[in-house]
C-alpha cells in the first residue's frame, strides 16, 4: 500500500476517534476545548522543526522555518498555559 | 545523541495517545486540569522525538524561535483577560494557520533542491498552503472582528457568492497548476488568493455568529496542521489535526443547532445583524405589561423567592458584571435562597464562555446549567433575572414566525413568576 493511503487511513480513523472523544466533552468546557485544541493544534511544530533542522538546509528555508517555529511555540506554550488557567478556575461547590 | 525512526515512530504514537487522552480529560471539571498535563507530555515527547530524531541537525535557528515563541506564548496566556479569551483564540488560530503555509514553503523548497519532488507531493503542499492561507486571513479578520479594530457587523457586498465562488476556482486551478508545473509564478499567486479568500469568506459573518466563526476557524486550523501532515508523511500531524479538526467541526454544528440555522445559512447567509430585532422585541413585551422596576422591588421579589435562576450573557462580560454576579448569589445564599445560573449555548462570543467567566468569579460549576438541564425549572422559580442576555429568552423565538430568530431553542424564562432583565446601561444598578 503506498504511503499516502496508509496516511489516508490514519487520517479517516483520527476523524472518527475526534468525532466520538469531542461529542463527550461537556459544554461547561468548550472554551478549555477550544483554547486546547489551540495547543495542540501547534504539533504543527513537529513540521516547522523538520523544515529548519535539515542538514543542508538553505538559508532561505531556515528563516522561512524559524518563522514557522516562533508562531507554532507561541501556539503550544500560549494555548496549555491559558487553558491550564482557565481549568484552575473551575471549581465544585464547598458544600 | 540520536534515536532510530522506528524509536521516533514508536513516540509519536505515544504523543497521539496523550493528546486523545487529553481531550478525553475534559469530560468533566475534575478530570480536566489532568487532561491538559497529559496534552503537555504528549506534546513534550513530541518536540523531543522529532528534535533527537535523524532528520534535525542543526539547532540555532530552533533554539531561537521556541524560546521566543514561548516568552511571548506565556506572556499572552498570563496577561490575557478572560472577557478578551475569543480574540486570543483567534489570534492563536492565525499564527497555526501562517505556520502551515510557512511549513509548505519551507518543505517545497528542500525538497526542490533535494529533487524529491513529485505530482502527489506538490498536490498535499498546494492543499497546506490553501487551507493554511485561508485560516490565517480569517482569523485576522475574526480577531479585528472581535477586538473592535473593524466593523464587527457583517460587511456584505455586490456579488459576493459569486466573487467568492471564482477566487476558489482560480486557487484551486493555479494549485493544479503549480502540481503540475512547478511554476513559482503560480505559488505566489495561489496562496495571494487563498489570503483573499479567507478574508472575503469570513467578512460577511459577524454579530451573533461570532461563536460559530470561532469554531470554524478553530476546525479549519486542525485541517491545516493534517494537510502539513500529508505532506511531511507525518501520522502524528495527521492524527492531531484530524481531532482538532472534528473537534471545531463539532463545536460549529453545536451553536449552529442552538440557533436552529445549519451551518450554510451561517456562512452564506450573513445574518447576524441583530441589532434590528431587539427593539420590536421591547416593544412587544411593553403591550404585555412590563414595567420598570425599582431595584428596590428587585432586591425585595429576591430575598423571599424560593430560588433565582440568573441567565447571563454577553453584556455581562462587557460590563464585567460576574464578580457582581458572585456577590449577589452570596448575599442570597446567605438568606438561604438558592441561587442557579442558566447558560444558553451561543451566550457570550465563543463557545462557553460564560461558563469560564463565571468560574472566573469563584461560581461553583454544579451551580452553572445548561440549557436542557435548567429549562425544566424555570416554571418553579420565583425570580429569574436575565443579565445582558435578551435574545437567549426571547419568547417571540418560540411562537412568533415572523421573528428572524423564530425556532432558536430559549431558555425558557417567561415561565417564571417573575422575570427581571437587566440592560446593559443599567448593569450596575442590578448586581447589587
Not at chain 2, 95 to 109: D, E, H, Q, S
Not at chain 2, 359 to 364: L, M
Request: with cysteine; aromatic share 8%; hydrophobic share 55%.
Amino acid at each position: 500500500m503506498p504511503d499516502t493511503l496508509v496516511a489516508l487511513y490514519v487520517f479517516v480513523l483520527s476523524c472518527f476517534i475526534g468525532y466520538y472523544v469531542v461529542w463527550g466533552v461537556t459544554p461547561s468546557l468548550h472554551t478549555p476545548l477550544v483554547a486546547l485544541t489551540n495547543a495542540i493544534s501547534g504539533i504543527v511544530i513537529v513540521g516547522a522543526l523538520l523544515v529548519t533542522g535539515l542538514e543542508s538546509v538553505s538559508t532561505t528555508a531556515e528563516i522561512i522555518g524559524f518563522f514557522a517555529v516562533l508562531l507554532a511555540s507561541i501556539n503550544v506554550f500560549g494555548g496549555f498555559l491559558v487553558t491550564n488557567r482557565m481549568l484552575a478556575m473551575f471549581r465544585k461547590d464547598k458544600k | 545523541m540520536q534515536i532510530s525512526v522506528n524509536f521516533q515512530a514508536i513516540a509519536y504514537l505515544v504523543s497521539a495517545v496523550l493528546f486523545v487522552l487529553a481531550l478525553k480529560g475534559l469530560t468533566h471539571p475534575a478530570s480536566a486540569r489532568r487532561g491538559n498535563y497529559l496534552g503537555m507530555a504528549g506534546m513534550a515527547i513530541a518536540i523531543g522525538a522529532t528534535l533527537f530524531g535523524s532528520e534535525v541537525q542543526s539547532y540555532g535557528f530552533i533554539l531561537a524561535g521556541v524560546v521566543g515563541g514561548a516568552v511571548i506564548g506565556s506572556i499572552l496566556a498570563m496577561r490575557i483577560k478572560m472577557t478578551d479569551m475569543p480574540q486570543l483564540v483567534a489570534a492563536l488560530h492565525s499564527f497555526v494557520g501562517m505556520a502551515a503555509v510557512l511549513v509548505a514553503i519551507g518543505t517545497f523548497i528542500n525538497k526542490r533542491e533535494a529533487e524529491l519532488l513529485n505530482g502527489v507531493l506538490m498536490g498535499e503542499l498546494s492543499a497546506g498552503i490553501i487551507i493554511g492561507a485561508i485560516t490565517f486571513s480569517g482569523s485576522v479578520i475574526a480577531f479585528g472582528k472581535l477586538q473592535g479594530i473593524i466593523s464587527g457587523k457583517p460587511v456584505h457586498f455586490m456579488g459576493q457568492h459569486a466573487v467568492n465562488a471564482a477566487i476558489a476556482i482560480a486557487t484551486i486551478a493555479l494549485g493544479v497548476h503549480f502540481a503540475l508545473t512547478e511554476s513559482m509564478t503560480s505559488l505566489a499567486l495561489m496562496t495571494l488568493l487563498a489570503f483573499i479568500l479567507g478574508f472575503t469568506l469570513i467578512i460577511p459573518i459577524g454579530g451573533a455568529d461570532m461563536p460559530v466563526i470561532v469554531s470554524m476557524l478553530n476546525s479549519y486550523s486542525g485541517w491545516a496542521a493534517a494537510a502539513t501532515g500529508f505532506t511531511l508523511q507525518n501520522h502524528l500531524l495527521i492524527i492531531v489535526g484530524a481531532l482538532v479538526g472534528f473537534s471545531g467541526a463539532i463545536l460549529s454544528y453545536i451553536m449552529c443547532r442552538a440557533m436552529n440555522r445549519s451551518i450554510w445559512n451561517v456562512v452564506f447567509g450573513g445574518f447576524g445583524s441583530e441589532s434590528g430585532d431587539a427593539p420590536s422585541a421591547v416593544g412587544e413585551a411593553a403591550e404585555k405589561g412590563v414595567k420598570a422596576a425599582a431595584i428596590e422591588d428587585a432586591v425585595y421579589w429576591m430575598e423571599d423567592a424560593n430560588k433565582v435562576i440568573i441567565v447571563p450573557g454577553y453584556g455581562m462580560a462587557v460590563a464585567q458584571a460576574q464578580h457582581a454576579m458572585k456577590e449577589l448569589m452570596e448575599q442570597l445564599e446567605a438568606r438561604d435562597v438558592p441561587v442557579k445560573f442558566a447558560i444558553h449555548p451561543v451566550a457570550g462570543r465563543m463557545p462557553g464562555h460564560m461558563n469560564v467567566l463565571l468560574a472566573e468569579a469563584d461560581i461553583p460549576y454544579d451551580n452553572v446549567l445548561e440549557m436542557d438541564e435548567i429549562n425544566p425549572e424555570f416554571s418553579t422559580a420565583d425570580v429569574v433575572l436575565v443579565v445582558g442576555a435578551n435574545d437567549v429568552v426571547n419568547p417571540a423565538a418560540k411562537d412568533d414566525t415572523s421573528s428572524p430568530i423564530y425556532g432558536m431553542p430559549i431558555l425558557e424564562a417567561g415561565k417564571a413568576k417573575n422575570v427581571f432583565v437587566v440592560k446593559r446601561s443599567a448593569l450596575k444598578g442590578g448586581g447589587h
